[in-house]
């Protein structure tokens, strides 16, 4: 824009009396085990989340454990004999404790994502910056009928992983109330904390410590961590758990997020917990022990792979989200008034005394009225002559 001057002014940005927001980056859609690989992101954050996450889980499930079976011989829930021959018998306490450190642990993988991370809530369960509430639904839909299919085979053909022992019947007291109780109240949280931390967290900490196969790697070890956390000594139960694992992550990939292995490891988890008190062998639920599996454990580990299976199909034929751009949070700066003598933008050179409002140093000033622009010679002002030669009123 040219003045009536016929001189250019120079571009000066407007001045700002604080913080502005740079534009962020070009958007780019990642995978869900990606979304962690962000310009905020250092390497010891995931290292400070993983370290806390387990140190909480594993002491609580220890301290606490220690309690529950104190007091459990106390009450005489469990005879101080077997708690020294390290017969440990499944009560409501102990269950509740399991329960609890788990839920825990998730809850610390969780504020790890939103405070050390800097992520939204919502993008510890998904790619979307939001709750998918209705794939939540749709996925919930779509495996109560699964499970119940599953668990009618199971029946009809004595599969030992969904009948057990039954070597007790099933007495309706105070103590099966209170198995209840904790199993509808704290088993779907304890589900969710899992897949939190070994599903969401973990996985995506190594996405963001290794460039392309860091999602793999950090899948892996999650599974390991998986197994390792469920104390099992059976090697078919090792096998049950890292399937369980690695078919959970796989769905996790496929659906963008955890949504629906949470409700497929909630459901598993409740029916089992309510199948083994229905047929009095809820006292043997935490048997691990070696001997305790078989080839039986064949038979769940082929209906999770099918049920993750027609989930991921779902969630193809629902154009579910699985990649998404990253999070990534806008950068603040501060802004020093323009005209501050000594101070100016960051990155702008400062302006000096006596320089005008609004001029930087270095700057060439503006031409005022009947002034030559700074660097021009300033010229005599002559009007043309009359050609008339009329004498001036």
């Known amino acids: 824009m040219t003045t009536s001057h016929g001189v250019t002014p120079p571009n000066v940005p407007h001045s700002h009396n604080g913080p502005f927001e740079t534009p962020a980056q070009e958007p780019r859609s990642e995978p869900f085990e990606n979304h962690y690989r962000t310009a905020h992101n250092r390497w010891w954050m995931g290292l400070v989340g993983i370290v806390a996450t387990l140190i909480v889980f594993f002491f609580v499930s220890i301290v606490g454990g220690i309690v529950a079976v104190a007091i459990d011989i106390a009450t005489g829930a469990t005879s101080q004999e077997d708690a020294m021959a390290g017969k440990i018998t499944n009560t409501p306490l102990l269950l509740f404790t399991v329960n609890l450190s788990l839920i825990l642990g998730g809850l610390v993988a969780l504020l790890a994502h939103r405070i050390l991370h800097k992520q939204p809530w919502s993008r510890m369960f998904s790619v979307l ?3 998918r509430w209705k794939w939540w639904g749709l996925s919930l839909a779509c ?3 699964l499970f ?17 022992s039954g070597d007790s019947s099933f007495t309706f007291d105070g103590t099966a109330l209170a198995y209840l109780l904790i199993i509808v109240l704290t088993t779907p949280f304890q589900a969710a904390a899992e897949e939190v931390m070994f599903r969401s967290y973990v996985p995506r900490v190594f996405g963001s410590w290794i460039p392309r196969v860091g999602g793999i790697v950090g899948v892996i070890v999650a599974t390991i961590l998986f197994t390792l956390a469920h104390g099992a000594s059976d090697p078919w139960l090792w096998a049950y758990y890292a399937v369980f694992g690695l078919v ?3 769905l996790t990939h496929f659906s963008g997020g955890i949504e629906a292995p949470v409700v497929v490891h909630a459901v598993n988890n409740v029916t089992m917990f309510i199948i083994a008190l ?5 006292s043997n639920a935490f048997d691990r022990g070696e001997g305790s599996g078989g080839a039986f454990m064949l038979f769940p580990m082929v209906a999770l792979i099918v049920i993750a299976g027609v989930l991921t199909l779902v969630a193809r034929w629902r154009k579910v989200a699985t990649a998404a751009p990253v999070h990534v949070r806008p950068v603040k700066q501060a802004q020093v008034p323009y005209g501050v003598p000594g101070q100016g933008a960051p990155g702008q050179p400062g302006v000096q005394a006596g320089q005008p409002q609004g001029q930087l140093q270095g700057q060439v000033s503006p031409a005022q009225p009947g002034q030559a622009p700074q660097g021009h010679l300033q010229q005599s002002f002559e009007p043309p002559a009359d050609p008339t ?5």
Do not use: C
């Open 148 to 164: 119940a299919l599953y668990m009618g085979v199971g029946f009809l053909f004595d599969n030992g992983a969904i009948q057990g």
């Open 389 to 393: 030669n009329r004498p001036h009123a």
């Open 278 to 282: 229905l047929s009095g062998d809820i």
């Open 143 to 145: 495996t109560v009928p």
């Open 129 to 131: 910056p939001r709750m």
């Open 248 to 250: 959970m992550a796989a």
